[in-house]
């Protein structure tokens, strides 16, 4: 099979082979983080976050850093972020609403991208739903965006679901291209 390769200074950026297959060094950042356990904590980051380790799973790149529940981007670029959100709610909590939060400036501020939201009823007790929601992060600089899941309203006895052995509430960050 013949190859061909772009190189500048010495390294080689773009490969393509005779079959057609491009392949770019340094582009692809696909990275899936889950909760391990369930979270129970009002006005707080979702913590307890692992990235997925499943025997079938793998992740391309630099991958995603977490600190506190906090995400940081490995490099530059557009992002599709995912998350996947299962709230369980209790028969005293009528709404139980998750935010999917971005920082440009280092977490001081945060901006509402995304959130989730069930609501339960007295007549309907632990009721709940999983949800996925998509959100664009256009991160320009790599060292100040971050990205959270903030519970804004999770009553007593209602919980955001997680598992170490299999995914509830997950996450899953892909670089689509170049920041914009």
Do not use: C, H
């Amino acid at each position: 099979m013949a190859l061909s390769k772009i190189i500048n200074g010495g390294v080689s950026g773009l490969s393509i082979a005779s079959n057609g297959r491009v392949t770019m060094t340094n582009t692809v950042e696909i990275d899936a983080w889950r909760l391990t356990s369930n979270f129970t904590t009002d006005l707080a980051t979702i913590s307890g976050w692992e990235r997925t380790d499943d025997s079938t799973f793998a992740y391309a790149g630099t991958g995603m850093s977490e600190s506190s529940g906090v995400f940081t981007f490995p490099k530059t670029g557009l992002y599709k972020v995912t998350p996947q959100v299962e709230i369980i709610t209790s028969n005293s909590d009528t709404v139980v609403t998750v935010d999917a939060d971005v920082s440009s400036d280092s977490g001081s501020n945060y901006d509402r991208r995304g959130y989730f939201n069930v609501r339960g009823t007295a007549s309907d007790p632990n009721g709940g739903g999983a949800m996925t929601r998509s959100i664009l992060v256009n991160v320009t600089n790599a060292s100040t965006f971050r990205f959270r899941l903030q519970t804004a309203s999770l009553g007593s006895g209602s919980n955001i679901a997680g598992n170490t052995d299999y995914d509830r509430t997950s996450l899953m960050f892909e670089l689509i291209t170049d920041s914009q």
